[in-house]
């Protein structure tokens, strides 16, 4: 392997803020004290949501359209947020509804000290703003600690979480199956009722599936229950301590794959790797073309960031430690100039083993001298 892959990153980190999320207070209560801590940085959502929708006409209708989330408690929840922040509600529901669009990830599980699977994650993005806005939350219900996550203030849903016998994480795919004009139809009609919010987003499944309003899932239930739901296009990762689990999701199936030793996932098909290019692609339009170059880009880093990972683990003498594990997240390009944050999760504890986070996107950007895209 080249050695500037095996570079490590060593920037020194603050401690990720902290803050307890009570579910049995209202849920327009909850979040109010996290927000108002972080009143200046939530203002900085509006010029984000320009560069998320930069066409001024659709920005307009969106102000119309986005008004909330399938979830009644979830989208109170956002009116909470929006009361003491004052930023418009339909910023709020763009951010829950279309953040996991634009992620990059590495994710998966690794079995350490011959013993228990922990699940490691990256969640690297180019809105820089959004570093500011990360925190860690503990989920309390009756006094209880029920869950924790790692997200974005004014997030509801959940994109890297833990609980006693369960961790997940969602990662961007930039491809989706439909091949036919009616499939096509259907999958981008889903994306318009999660917007208007006739329909859960992909995060709002993931919370009720960490954190179930009843009885929660097995990793089996999730394995043969989960890929038939409508979705948008992602990868999901699971992990019990035991078994990691992954779903290279599509609209109303999955491809399913899982490993009680070592799997990882990033932003790519395995199907591409078999073809080394992206999947068949026939829209012939500027439009199409311009998309399928973009899809090349991100196979190509993602094929890149899970290489190091596997070489790593196939390299390894002997057992492999939590601390290893450590190094490995702290390795360049798993960690990059885009990396928002990396942790551990622990699911046969339910808690986050280890976390990092990277507010200052200039100092890793120096410090890589410029690999990547600091945009």
């Not at 990256?122 to 989920?139: A, E, F, N, Q, S």
Request: net charge positive.
């Amino acid at each position: 392997m080249a050695e500037h892959i095996r570079e490590r990153v060593r920037i020194d980190s603050p401690s990720i803020p902290r803050y307890t999320i009570d579910l049995s207070s209202p849920p327009i209560l909850r979040y109010q004290h996290v927000a108002k801590d972080f009143l200046p940085q939530l203002a900085s959502l509006t010029p984000l949501f320009s560069e998320i929708i930069p066409r001024p006409f659709f920005r307009k209708l969106a102000a119309l359209t986005l008004r909330r989330l399938h979830s009644k408690e979830q989208t109170s929840e956002l009116r909470g947020i929006q009361r003491v922040t004052k930023v418009g509600m339909h910023l709020l529901v763009a951010l829950n509804v279309l953040l996991d669009l634009m992620m990059g990830c590495t994710s998966g599980g690794v079995r350490v000290n011959g013993s228990k699977m922990l699940h490691f994650r990256t969640l690297d993005w180019g809105m820089h703003p959004l570093r500011k806005i990360i925190v860690h939350l503990d989920y309390i219900r009756d006094g209880a600690k029920v869950a924790e996550c790692v997200t974005y203030v004014g997030y509801v849903g959940v994109l890297t979480g833990v609980s006693a016998g369960l961790s997940v994480s969602l990662n961007f795919r930039p491809v989706h199956n439909a091949r036919s004009w009616l499939a096509q139809l259907r999958f981008y009609f889903h994306h318009a009722l999660v917007l208007v919010g006739l329909r859960p987003a992909i995060a709002s499944m993931l919370r009720e599936l960490l954190i179930p309003s009843g009885r929660r899932w097995s990793l089996q239930q999730i394995e043969t229950g989960l890929p038939e739901r409508a979705t948008t296009a992602a990868y999901l990762i699971f992990c019990d301590g035991q078994r990691t689990l992954t779903l290279e999701k599509d609209h109303r199936d999955a491809v399913v794959n899982s490993s009680a030793e070592f799997i990882v996932v990033t932003n790519h098909d395995r199907a591409q790797e078999r073809a080394r290019q992206s999947p068949p692609n026939n829209d012939t339009s500027l439009i199409g073309i311009i998309d399928q170059i973009r899809t090349h880009g991100i196979v190509a880093e993602s094929t890149r960031r899970k290489k190091c990972m596997t070489q790593m683990w196939e390299q390894r003498s002997g057992r492999l430690s939590p601390e290893q594990l450590v190094k490995w997240m702290d390795t360049y390009p798993i960690t990059n100039a885009l990396t928002h944050y990396a942790v551990i999760m622990d699911p046969s504890r339910g808690t986050f083993a280890w976390e990092k986070y990277y507010p200052d996107a200039r100092a890793l950007w120096d410090q890589l001298n410029g690999r990547g895209d600091l945009r």
